[in-house]
């Protein structure tokens, strides 16, 4: 008789660890399952940073580049005026 509930203790502690294992790889299962969403949701913000800093970099070299034009034109415009000018004085 010691012997059948001694195996029916053993069956319980096997049956309790059994449910252990599941529900443990259960929550790793979920664990991961939440884990490649954050790492795919992080990917898709990661690109889009990229994507928004290409199309800062290209905004500003565009003002640059019109700066630079601007700039080019206001100068030769002094110095056709700084020409004239000096064309009064002499």
Known sequence: MLESSTLEGTKEEQHDDAQESLLLL???DNE???LEEEKL???DIEEELH???KGEIDR???VVDQ???EVSEIRERCE???KFVNSFCL
């Open 26 to 28: 259960k929550n790793l």
């Open 32 to 34: 991961l399952k939440m």
């Open 41 to 43: 949701s992080l990917h």
């Open 51 to 53: 994507v928004r800093i």
């Open 60 to 62: 500003k070299k565009q």
């Open 67 to 69: 700066l630079k034009a």
């Open 80 to 82: 056709e005026l700084a």
